[in-house]
C-alpha cells in the first residue's frame, strides 16, 4: 500500500506522559519489594527502555512473546507463547508493560496465564489504548494515551515490521 506518515503524538509529548505515568507507578509500588516489568515483544521494547528508567527502587525486567491467530472453532482468538518470561513470577509483583492494546485479546490471555502463576500482584501499563476496537474486556491500570481507531505506528509499533524505530507516534495515511 502506498502511504504516508503524519505525527500524532510527538517525542516531547510521550516523554511527558511518560514521566506521569512513572509518578504513578512508582506511588503505587512504592512498598514493592521486587518489582518486575514485563514487556512484550516486539512492540513494547521502546516503551520499556523510556519508563523502566524512571522507576524506582528495586526493578527487575523480563519479556514474553506472544501470538495470537483466530480459532475457527470458537471464533475467538487464541494466544501461543513464543517466548517465556524467565523469571519465576510466583509471590511478585508483575506490571506487564504494552505498546497498545486493540481487541484486547493478547493482554486478556497473558494476563489470564500469568494470574494462574500466583504473582502477588499483576497490573497493566499501556502506552495506547484504543477503546473502539476492544472486544474483550480486560482491566487496565495505567494508561498513557486513549486514542481513536486510528492505524498508528512508531515508538515501537510497527506497519510489516517498519516504523518501529520513530521517535514519535504517527499516523499511517494511504496515498493512492
Ligand atoms: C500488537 C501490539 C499489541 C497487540 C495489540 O502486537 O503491539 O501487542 O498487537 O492487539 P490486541 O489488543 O488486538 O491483541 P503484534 O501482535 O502486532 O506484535 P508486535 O508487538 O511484535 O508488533
Ligand atoms: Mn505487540
Ligand atoms: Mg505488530
Known amino acids: 500500500m502506498k502511504h ?5 503524538i510527538s517525542a516531547q509529548d510521550i516523554d511527558q506522559q ?20 514485563v514487556g512484550l515483544l516486539k512492540g ?3 516503551f520499556m527502555a523510556d519508563l523502566c528508567r ?14 495470537s491467530y483466530g480459532n475457527a472453532m470458537t471464533s475467538s482468538k487464541d494466544v501461543k507463547i513464543l517466548k517465556d518470561v524467565q523469571s519465576d ?5 508483575v506490571l506487564i508493560v504494552e505498546d497498545l492494546i486493540d481487541s484486547g485479546n493478547t493482554l486478556n490471555k ?9 504473582p502477588k500482584s ?23 494515551f ?24 504517527a499516523k499511517v495515511v494511504p496515498l493512492d
Open 4 to 8: 504516508t506518515t503524519e505525527v500524532m
Open 18 to 37: 511518560i514521566d506521569q505515568l512513572a509518578a504513578q507507578i512508582n506511588q503505587h509500588y512504592q512498598h514493592s519489594e521486587r518489582l518486575l516489568m
Open 44 to 46: 513494547s521494547v521502546v
Open 54 to 67: 524512571r522507576i524506582q527502587g528495586h526493578v527487575e525486567i523480563d519479556f514474553m512473546s506472544v501470538s
Open 89 to 93: 513470577i510466583e509471590g511478585r509483583d
Open 110 to 118: 497473558v494476563r489470564k496465564m500469568l494470574e494462574l502463576r500466583g
Open 122 to 144: 499483576l497490573a497493566i501499563c499501556t502506552l495506547l489504548d484504543k477503546p473502539e476496537r476492544r472486544e474483550v474486556e480486560v482491566p487496565v491500570e495505567f494508561v498513557g
Open 146 to 169: 486513549t486514542i481513536p481507531d486510528e492505524f498508528i505506528v512508531g515508538y515501537g509499533i510497527d506497519y510489516a515490521e517498519q516504523y518501529r524505530n520513530l521517535p514519535y507516534i
